[in-house]
């Protein structure tokens, strides 16, 4: 059913920052870049409804004065199997700490530990990880993280954040001045569509971040949220920018089973979090045999590749058809190359 605009002049917002989505990463942004001018940050829903809310397990980071920088750097590298870039990852880990103690300076409370090892947090274990590194807020770490971003981003007269918002198409130098693309073409800002009041604004900015997370939501069976659509991506795209590495695309390989009569089919698979299996949780077949040490000693190290083989022989018809199914979406817009998987 078509929307019926109303006849209204269309505004136009000028901002310093234009921030697409209101997850971890364009909030955490959108706080430090406050510091240096104005800020408006679009979110389809609610600013707590993000991919980031739903995340239960943890961040792991080097925190317990046993562990060292150089094991989890090795881990990661094992886990990636010669696809890690090893600049890349030694970077991230060893900045891991810092950006914890930011969190927390932000208003982030991790859970705490109740020993006497010296240990101030309680730190989980989840595959591939040879030590315990991972920081949690109970079972709803995302929604910790969240919850004190938003408020802190509410907290700063720089930032404006419009709620049920949703951003339709980057508005580009070169279309707006009818001129054909360059290659210093730039990003201007974004279309965006008032969801409640049904009006369409354009956002002019001097810096247009996209922070629109992923599109595990293309697949019928995934613990992702419904605003996990990809529509970011595919702005990215039809702006001209290079979309590469789309086969990596965020899942988690244990869910609670739902029959079809009882599934909604509109709402996400219930998350079963690796933190289970951390703590020694155990995978069964139905009738009671153990079998994820088949595909993969470490324990779920690179779990893409398992959920491939594991499809190949649970269920090999439809796998046949999943993977026919991917092979026909990589030829879309979104990817470039064949052997995209998810959950």
Not at 2 to 22: C, H, P, Q, W, Y
Not at 266 to 283: C, W
Request: hydrophobic residues 35%; contains cysteine; negative net charge.
């Amino acid at each position: 059913m078509a929307v019926k605009l109303k006849k209204r002049r269309n505004m136009e917002i000028e901002t310093d920052f234009l921030v697409l989505g209101s997850g971890i990463t364009g909030l955490s942004f959108a706080i430090k870049a406050a510091n240096l001018g104005t800020v408006a940050i679009i979110t389809k829903k609610e600013t707590i409804e993000s991919s980031t809310n739903y995340a239960q397990g943890g961040i792991a980071a080097v925190m317990d004065p046993l562990d060292s920088y150089e094991s989890h750097i090795q881990d990661t590298l094992t886990c990636g199997d010669g696809l890690c870039k090893e600049d890349v990852v030694k970077f991230v880990i060893e900045e891991g700490p810092e950006r914890i103690k930011e969190l927390i300076q932000w208003g982030v409370e991790f859970s705490r530990s109740g020993s006497t090892e010296g240990l101030l947090y309680d730190l989980g274990r989840e595959g591939g990880h040879s030590m315990r590194r991972i920081l949690h807020a109970k079972d709803s770490t995302g929604r910790e993280i969240e919850r004190a971003l938003s408020e802190k981003a509410s907290l700063s007269k720089n930032i404006r954040i419009y709620e049920n918002y949703f951003s339709i198409d980057l508005i580009m130098r070169s279309k707006l001045l009818g001129l054909d693309p360059a290659p210093e073409d730039r990003c201007i800002g974004a279309y965006v569509f008032d969801i409640h009041q049904k009006e369409i604004h354009a956002f002019r900015s001097k810096f247009v971040i996209l922070a629109t997370g992923g599109a595990g939501k293309v697949y019928l069976v995934t613990t992702n949220p419904d605003i996990a659509n990809g529509d970011g991506i595919a702005m990215a795209y039809r702006a001209g920018a290079q979309i590469a590495n789309m086969e990596f695309i965020q899942f988690h390989p244990t869910s609670l089973y739902t029959s079809e009569k009882e599934r909604d089919f509109h709402a996400p698979a219930f998350l079963i979090s690796e933190a289970v299996r951390g703590f020694g949780g155990i995978l069964r077949t139905q009738d009671g045999k153990e079998f994820i040490e088949k595909y993969d000693s470490l324990l779920f190290s690179n779990k893409s590749d398992i959920c491939r083989c594991m499809s190949d022989d649970f269920f090999p018809f439809t796998s046949h058809k999943f993977k026919k199914s991917i092979a026909d979406i990589d030829k879309s817009a979104f990817c470039q190359r064949s052997d995209t998987h998810g959950n």
